[in-house]
C-alpha cells in the first residue's frame, strides 16, 4: 500500500529482503505511527502487569495481560490493517483508512487481544518464576519455550484474520489452527521472530525501552506478516477480492457520474 498516495504500482513486487526494506522506504511513517498507537494502548495494561511482577503477585500480572489485551486488541488490530494495506500495495491515505479499520474491527478485536494478554501475563509470570525457583529442570524449560512458540505461531494467525474477516471467533480459532499446520514452515518462521524479539525486548528492560519505542510492534509484527501473507493470500485470495470490490465501486461511481440527458 502506498498509504499516502492514492496512485497503484504496475512493477512486479520485489520479494525478501528488497521487499522489507521497499515497505519500509514507502511505508515507514504510517507502520511507525500505527506502531506507536499500538504502544500507548498497551501501556496501562503492561503497567499493571509489570507491577503485578514487581509486586510478587501472579494475580495482577495475569490481570494487567487480560487489561493490555483488551484495551490494546483494536490498536494491534489497527496496525495489523495498515501492514496488510502495505502488503498488497493498496493505495489510500493511512488516517482514513486505519480509522475506519479501528471502527469497523474493535469489537471483534477484544477477545482475541484479552486471550493474547492472558497468554502474555501468564507466561511472563511462569518464566519468571521458573527462573526464581534455581532448580527448574531441563525438560520443563523444553516444554515452557515449545508452548510458546506455538501459541506465538497460533496467534500470529489469528490476529492477522481479524481486519481481513467478520467471522465467529471459533471459526477464526479454527481457521488458524488449520494455517498454523497447512504452512508450517511460515509459522515456524514468524514464530521465531516474534518470540526472539519480545524475548530480547522483555529480557533486557529497562535498556530497550528505547527499542520499543523506536520498533514498537510494527517492526516484528511487519516481518511476521510479510513471512505468512502468502498463506493468507492463497487461503482468502485477497487480492483478488479486493480489486473486484474495487472495480466494483469505480464502475459504480462512472454510472453516477454520467450525464443524463431528457428523451
Same mark, same amino acid.
Given at each position: 500500500?502506498?498509504?499516502?498516495?492514492?496512485?497503484?504500482?504496475?512493477?512486479?513486487?520485489?520479494?525478501?529482503?528488497?521487499?522489507?526494506?521497499?515497505?519500509?522506504?514507502?511505508?515507514?511513517?504510517?507502520?511507525?505511527?500505527?506502531?506507536?498507537?499500538?504502544?500507548?494502548?498497551?501501556?496501562?495494561?503492561?503497567?499493571?502487569?509489570?507491577?503485578? $511482577?514487581?509486586? %510478587?503477585?501472579?494475580?495482577? @500480572?495475569?490481570?494487567?495481560?487480560? =487489561?493490555?489485551? &483488551?484495551?490494546? /486488541?483494536?490498536? !494491534?488490530?489497527?496496525?495489523?490493517?495498515?501492514?496488510?494495506?502495505?502488503?498488497?500495495?493498496?493505495?489510500?491515505?493511512?488516517?482514513?483508512?486505519?480509522?475506519?479499520?479501528?471502527?469497523?474491527?474493535?469489537?471483534?478485536?477484544?477477545?482475541?487481544?484479552?486471550?493474547?494478554?492472558?497468554?502474555?501475563?501468564?507466561?511472563?509470570?511462569?518464566?519468571?518464576?521458573?527462573?526464581?525457583?534455581?532448580?527448574?529442570?531441563?525438560?520443563?524449560?523444553?516444554?515452557?519455550?515449545?508452548?510458546?512458540?506455538?501459541?506465538?505461531?497460533?496467534?500470529?494467525?489469528?490476529?492477522?484474520?481479524?481486519?481481513?474477516?467478520?467471522?465467529?471467533?471459533?471459526?477464526?480459532?479454527?481457521?488458524?489452527?488449520? $494455517?498454523?499446520? %497447512?504452512?508450517?514452515?511460515? @509459522?515456524?518462521?514468524?514464530?521465531? =521472530?516474534?518470540? &526472539?524479539?519480545? /524475548?530480547?525486548? !522483555?529480557?533486557?528492560?529497562?535498556?530497550?525501552?528505547?527499542?520499543?519505542?523506536?520498533?514498537?510492534?510494527?517492526?516484528?509484527?511487519?516481518?511476521?506478516?510479510?513471512?505468512?501473507?502468502?498463506?493468507?493470500?492463497?487461503?482468502?485470495?485477497?487480492?483478488?477480492?479486493?480489486?473486484?470490490?474495487?472495480?466494483?465501486?469505480?464502475?459504480?461511481?462512472?454510472?453516477?457520474?454520467?450525464?443524463?440527458?431528457?428523451?
Amino acid at each position: 500500500m502506498s498509504n499516502e498516495t492514492n496512485e497503484t504500482p504496475v512493477q512486479g513486487r520485489k520479494v525478501g529482503i528488497a521487499r522489507f526494506f521497499e515497505l519500509l522506504g514507502r511505508d515507514l511513517w504510517p507502520l511507525y505511527k500505527s506502531g506507536i498507537l499500538c504502544v500507548l494502548g498497551f501501556l496501562p495494561g503492561t503497567a499493571l502487569a509489570v507491577f503485578g $511482577m514487581m509486586a %510478587g503477585s501472579a494475580l495482577l @500480572t495475569v490481570v494487567g495481560g487480560v =487489561v493490555g489485551g &483488551l484495551v490494546g /486488541g483494536p490498536f !494491534l488490530s489497527g496496525m495489523i490493517d495498515t501492514v496488510l494495506r502495505a502488503l498488497r500495495d493498496e493505495p489510500g491515505y493511512w488516517w482514513n483508512t486505519y480509522k475506519r479499520a479501528w471502527k469497523q474491527n474493535w469489537r471483534q478485536s477484544l477477545v482475541p487481544g484479552a486471550l493474547l494478554g492472558l497468554f502474555v501475563g501468564s507466561w511472563a509470570w511462569m518464566l519468571r518464576a521458573q527462573a526464581e525457583s534455581g532448580n527448574t529442570s531441563t525438560a520443563l524449560w523444553v516444554a515452557s519455550f515449545a508452548g510458546i512458540f506455538v501459541c506465538t505461531g497460533f496467534f500470529t494467525w489469528l490476529l492477522a484474520q481479524v481486519p481481513l474477516v467478520d467471522l465467529p471467533l471459533a471459526q477464526i480459532a479454527k481457521n488458524a489452527g488449520l $494455517m498454523f499446520f %497447512g504452512f508450517f514452515p511460515r @509459522t515456524a518462521a514468524a514464530a521465531l =521472530v516474534l518470540a &526472539l524479539y519480545w /524475548g530480547a525486548t !522483555l529480557l533486557y528492560l529497562p535498556a530497550t525501552i528505547l527499542t520499543i519505542l523506536a520498533f514498537g510492534f510494527w517492526l516484528p509484527v511487519t516481518i511476521a506478516l510479510m513471512i505468512v501473507y502468502p498463506g493468507l493470500e492463497k487461503v482468502f485470495k485477497l487480492e483478488e477480492t479486493i480489486n473486484a470490490r474495487r472495480a466494483a465501486e469505480i464502475e459504480e461511481r462512472m454510472a453516477q457520474n454520467q450525464p443524463k440527458f431528457d428523451q
